[in-house]
C-alpha cells in the first residue's frame, strides 16, 4: 500500500553525509512505490521560533518564511523522515529550529503517524545518536497519533561527501525507505 512519505533533509553543508542517506532512503521509498517528497533546508529561510504562542490561536505562526509551505507538506505526510548531522551529540540546529516552528501543527488534523531519523556523525558508537533521537522522541511525543519508529545510524562518517563509501549505511538507508 502506497504511503504518502516525507524525507526531510537538515543538513547545510554540500556534501553532506545525511543527505546523502536520506537520498539513499529516497530511492529505497519510491521503489516500493510510495509517493516521496523530497526537502532538503538548505537555501531556506527559517526564522528562530519566538515562543508568541500566537500560532496556537490562528493556526499558524506570525512569520512568513519557508516553514509555511514545509508545515503543510508535514501535516499531510504519513511518514516523516528527518536527517540530521550530530553535532556535539545533538540533532542539528537547523533541525532543531524547523521542529519548533512547527509548533501550529499542535492540535491539527495531521496525517503523520510513523517518524523516522537518518543522522551521521564524525564519532562512532551507538551512543553519539541517544541525545538526537531522544530530542526528536521530545517533538513526537506532543503529537498523541505519532510514534517514533526507528533511526538509520552512520558513526565514523565525518568528511563531506564519504557515506557513499559505507555500503552497509547506504543498505540500512536504502531498506529504510523500502520498507515503509
Known amino acids: 500500500m502506497s504511503k504518502n512519505v516525507l524525507i526531510i533533509s537538515t543538513s547545510l553543508r554540500n556534501g553532506s553525509n545525511s543527505e546523502l542517506l536520506a537520498l539513499e532512503c529516497e530511492k529505497g521509498a519510491k521503489q516500493a512505490g510510495h509517493d516521496v517528497t523530497y526537502i532538503s533546508l538548505k537555501d531556506k529561510e527559517i526564522h528562530f521560533c519566538i515562543g508568541c504562542l500566537a500560532c496556537q490561536q490562528v493556526k499558524k505562526c506570525v512569520f512568513n518564511d519557508d516553514i509555511t509551505s514545509i508545515m503543510e507538506k ?20 537547523m533541525m532543531k ?11 491539527s488534523d495531521y496525517a503523520f503517524r510513523d517518524i ?4 551521521t556523525a564524525a564519532e562512532d558508537g551507538q551512543t553519539v545518536f541517544e541525545k538526537a533521537y531522544t530530542g526528536l522522541q521530545g517533538w513526537v ?17 565525518g568528511e563531506a561527501n564519504t557515506a557513499t563509501k559505507h555500503i552497509d549505511v547506504m543498505k540500512s538507508a536504502y531498506e529504510l525507505g523500502k520498507n515503509l
Open 74 to 93: 508535514v501535516k499531510e505526510a504519513e511518514v516523516i523522515i528527518f536527517a540530521t548531522p550530530i553535532y556535539y551529540y545533538g540533532m542539528s540546529g
Open 97 to 107: 529550529t524547523m521542529l519548533d516552528r512547527l509548533n501550529p501543527l499542535y492540535g
Open 116 to 119: 523516522y531519523m537518518i543522522a
Open 141 to 157: 511525543d506532543c503529537f498523541s497519533k505519532a510514534s517514533l519508529k526507528g533511526i538509520v545510524t552512520g558513526g565514523g562518517i
